[in-house]
């Protein structure tokens, strides 16, 4: 009923009917309600009782607080100050540093002024670079920075990716997510076709694929060109083969997007580093198995016998079982 037909309704009840009308009402009323709604005041004095206010919309952290609380965070962070004893940071602090991280995470993505969204981006990426480093070296007392967090890292990576795409013009965007995911570590339950398949989600169409395609090459080419440290030797030469593989993997999965395999596979043949041929053959072969590419993968396979090259056993067996069936199995062993 409408307001106007209760009250023509209730004109007509004595008080007694009134008082267990209300008081069976107020029964089955949720507590939440009453107390939203201030029943009890109502209740309590008819008269005085006016609507409440609605609520205003929560305003969002302020970002100059948060970006000096994430930066002097992040600068005792790799100074190891939530490791190592120091007196800057003491003892009982140092492993609230999960907590830290997780509420800083909440408190970016809760930015609302669109013109903090771009230093919001920027904060958020500078806290996803620390627990990348926190990967390779120990600036915290955790196994896993990401799992102690709570935040699987390609998660945390979309979320970086989602700020920036709203406020970088996309060839700058492109790039900086490709050099994210080339020169950023990973933790042991994230692969880079893991943190590729992140990237493609904001690349959804032909012209965005076409320009993360060019921009592989681009920077292919600039670490191509880079020199190596002679103080890392080995380290040096197989973090840049890296780099380089993983912009190879990542131009192959956009010409996939495209349903260009051909032009991926010459793209991968021509800028995939590895002295090895056969774990080159097996990289192609897995990509082409994880995009459901059964003729490329017979294809690619019967090449490389032609070629000299001896697949290992898993890609032996998938062959066989693929020939057998006219599938490709459901694992690659």
Not at 25 to 36: F, H
Not at 95 to 105: A, D, Q, T
Not at 264 to 279: G, L, P, R, T
Not at 303 to 321: E, F, M, S
């Amino acid at each position: 009923m409408k307001i106007s037909e209760v009250r023509n309704v209730i004109d007509k009840y004595s008080q007694d009917q009134l008082r267990v009308i209300v008081t069976q009402l107020y029964k089955v009323i949720p507590k939440s309600i009453k107390e939203e709604n201030d029943i009890d005041s109502v209740l309590k004095d008819p008269d005085a009782s006016v609507p409440k206010r609605p609520k205003t919309k929560q305003e969002g952290p302020d970002i100059d607080g948060l970006s000096y609380e994430i930066n002097s965070f992040i600068e005792d962070a790799y100074n190891q100050y939530y490791f190592a004893p120091n007196r800057f940071v003491s003892k009982r602090e140092r492993p609230k540093w999960r907590f830290i991280v997780k509420r800083l995470y909440k408190d970016l993505l809760f930015v609302t002024d669109e013109t903090d969204v771009p230093e919001a981006a920027e904060l958020l990426e500078k806290l996803y670079k620390l627990l990348c480093y926190s990967c390779n070296i120990i600036i915290f007392n955790a196994y896993d920075s990401f799992q102690s967090v709570g935040i699987e890292q390609r998660e945390f990576f979309r979320k970086v990716l989602a700020l920036k795409y709203q406020c970088e013009d996309k060839n700058t965007f492109i790039k900086n997510a490709l050099l994210s995911m080339a020169n950023n570590p990973l933790n042991r339950y994230t692969l880079h076709e893991d943190i590729m398949e992140v990237i493609l989600e904001f690349i959804k169409t032909p012209d965005l694929r076409e320009m993360t395609i060019a921009k592989c090459s681009e920077l292919i080419e600039i670490i191509k060109r880079e020199p190596l440290s002679k103080k890392d030797g080995h380290r040096s030469v197989y973090e840049k083969e890296e780099k380089l593989n993983n912009l190879t993997a990542m131009g192959f999965l956009c010409f996939a997007r495209l349903y260009e395999y051909e032009n991926a596979i010459s793209y991968f043949k021509a800028n995939y580093c590895k002295d090895d041929k056969e774990v080159a053959l097996y990289i192609l072969l897995r990509l082409l198995f994880g995009l459901k590419q059964k003729d490329y993968f017979l294809k690619e396979y019967e090449q490389a016998l032609k070629n000299g090259i001896v697949p290992r056993d898993a890609l032996k067996k998938v062959y066989r079982l693929t020939k057998e069936t006219g599938e490709l199995p459901e694992n690659l062993w």
